[in-house]
């Protein structure tokens, strides 16, 4: 019977092995996350004057590191997982996607929290799950699923696993990282998603990631809040997609100059200017934000009105400086301090669920996902009475955010990283491959999706003067390259 092959069971053994393993590696990084943050937290308790030094040394530290020995580490994870979904090039998704890279990023990520950079463990762990399951890719383990298939799944295990949302992880899987690609529903994704989250409740307990969070808005009078912060949260989620999108592409100026020409001085200058905000702030923009908006969520602290432009700011200083961390979960901090202070302009309603709308408002902003930032949003607060208002504020929201930028910023990051990628692979090639021999551009389809066909080439005005009317058109003695 073929459900009895031996071949098939190795094949279903192998990819529950890799699995796990993404799931255990997953927890750990949670944990010395927490770890890291606190260790920075009780450090500055002694001295607070010792995150000026502390700061711009690990900055510098991170930055060397990812640039001297472990490329392909820097950001946050998830462009990488995309572009590597989208490459057929198997030495671009080595590039990518790697045991090496994998490791690396934890450590770095660990590091940069411990410098008490403002960046998030969720996006590096979509890389390291994508690089757990494109371990066992290729004919020779036998063909177990399509590669594309397997960075997909472990991409959701790795967002299962970090935020102990299951569901989360399969709708991330679908909208995120299929945007661009046929999404295949198989055993392989449900496999991968399944025990990555149950990993996570077997180590961590049945816990939710915000805690118990019962609170609800009423209708119709709900309304208003769920169409003000779902405006608020994309107009704001659209224009820090653009700023991070356009820093991206390299900073204006004598900074942008300084920071190509010194890249590691650079990071140490971010490093300072993090550590200045975050003294200036009485510390309330270290790390991720998950202690600030939890305790906002809980009402044991109020966050400030410039808590939301404080946090963002430090967001992007740690991209700007190319260490490796996420903005994933710093996002949603953002998204809380939105909601505090639309909660000052509602004086009737309560801050808890308005909070909660400001968080997957600004969410849905950034990735124009409202499926998954919604269902993530539900399962991190364990509050299904919010589904319906979590639900119109994500729709809104991308709507809004769409308005002011036209592509995610996840998808233009992958975009801009598969290019350049694909430009320095086929610059290595040598000899040249003769045209017909090339392999077709992997971002043809993409290209054309998002910036549309190229134009045809205008024909010079000089040329087309000079041109008799009448004249035969020219022959080109030039060897036919189709021969």
């Keep these: ?114 410098a008490g950079a403002s960046i998030g463990r969720e996006g590096p762990s979509v890389q390291v799950g994508a690089s757990m399951l494109n371990m066992v890719a290729g004919k020779k383990h036998g063909r177990i699923a399509p590669t594309s298939d397997l960075i997909v799944s472990g991409g959701g295990a790795g967002v299962a696993a970090a935020f102990n949302t299951p569901l989360g992880g399969i ?13 295949r529903a198989n055993s392989t994704t449900l496999i991968a998603v399944i025990f990555a989250g149950l990993m996570s409740v077997a180590i961590l307990g049945n816990y939710t990631y915000f805690g118990r969070t019962p609170a609800a808005v009423s209708w119709p009078d709900g309304l208003w809040p769920v169409l003000i912060c779902g405006a608020a949260g994309g107009l704001l989620g659209g224009l820090f997609t653009r700023l991070l999108i356009a820093s991206s592409h390299g900073l204006p100026g004598r900074m942008g100059e300084f920071a190509r020409t010194y890249p590691v001085r650079f990071a140490a200058v971010c490093g300072l200017m993090t550590a200045l905000v975050g003294i200036t702030s009485d510390g309330l ?40 961390g996420g903005v994933f979960a710093p996002s949603l901090a953002v998204g809380a301090g939105i909601g505090a202070n639309i909660a000052l302009l509602l004086p009737g309603e309560q801050s808890s669920p308005i909070l909660i709308l400001g968080m997957v408002a600004f969410l849905a902003g950034i990735t124009q996902s409202p499926i998954t930032s919604f269902v993530i949003v539900m399962e991190m607060t364990n509050n299904h009475q919010m589904l319906l208002p979590l639900m119109g504020a994500a729709v809104v929201a991308q709507g809004f955010a769409r308005s002011v930028a036209p592509v995610p910023l996840y998808d233009s990051l992958a975009i801009d990283l598969l290019r350049r990628l694909t430009r320095e692979q086929r610059a290595m090639s040598a000899p040249p ?33 000079e041109a008799p009317k009448d004249a035969a058109p020219a022959t080109s003695h030039k060897p036919d390259d189709t021969t």
């Design 1 to 114: 019977m073929p459900w009895l092959s031996p071949g098939r069971w190795r094949k279903r053994l192998m990819l529950l092995g890799v699995t796990l393993l993404a799931g255990i590696t997953a927890i750990v990084f949670a944990i010395g996350a927490d770890m890291a943050i606190e260790a920075h937290r009780e450090t500055l308790h002694i001295a607070w004057w010792s995150s000026l030094i502390i700061a711009p040394a690990g900055f510098a530290l991170i930055s060397w590191l990812t640039r001297r020995y472990f490329p392909g580490t820097e950001g946050s994870g998830i462009p990488q997982a995309i572009a590597a979904s989208l490459t057929d090039d198997p030495r671009i998704r080595r590039r990518l996607l790697s045991f090496r890279i994998a490791m690396a990023k934890i450590g770095l990520t660990l590091l940069g929290l411990l």
């Design 171 to 183: 709708m991330f899987a679908i909208e995120e990282l299929s945007r661009h690609r046929a999404f």
């Design 285 to 324: 923009t270290w790390g991720t934000g998950y202690a600030e908006s939890k305790a906002a969520l809980e009402g044991s602290s109020v966050l400030p009105i410039y808590f939301m432009f404080a946090k963002a700011l430090v967001i992007w200083i740690a991209f700007i400086s190319g260490i490796p």
């Design 433 to 465: 491959d003769p045209p017909e021999t090339l392999l077709p551009d992997p971002l043809e389809a993409l290209k054309k999706e998002v910036m549309g066909p190229p134009a045809p080439p205008a024909r010079p005005i000089a040329e087309a003067a």
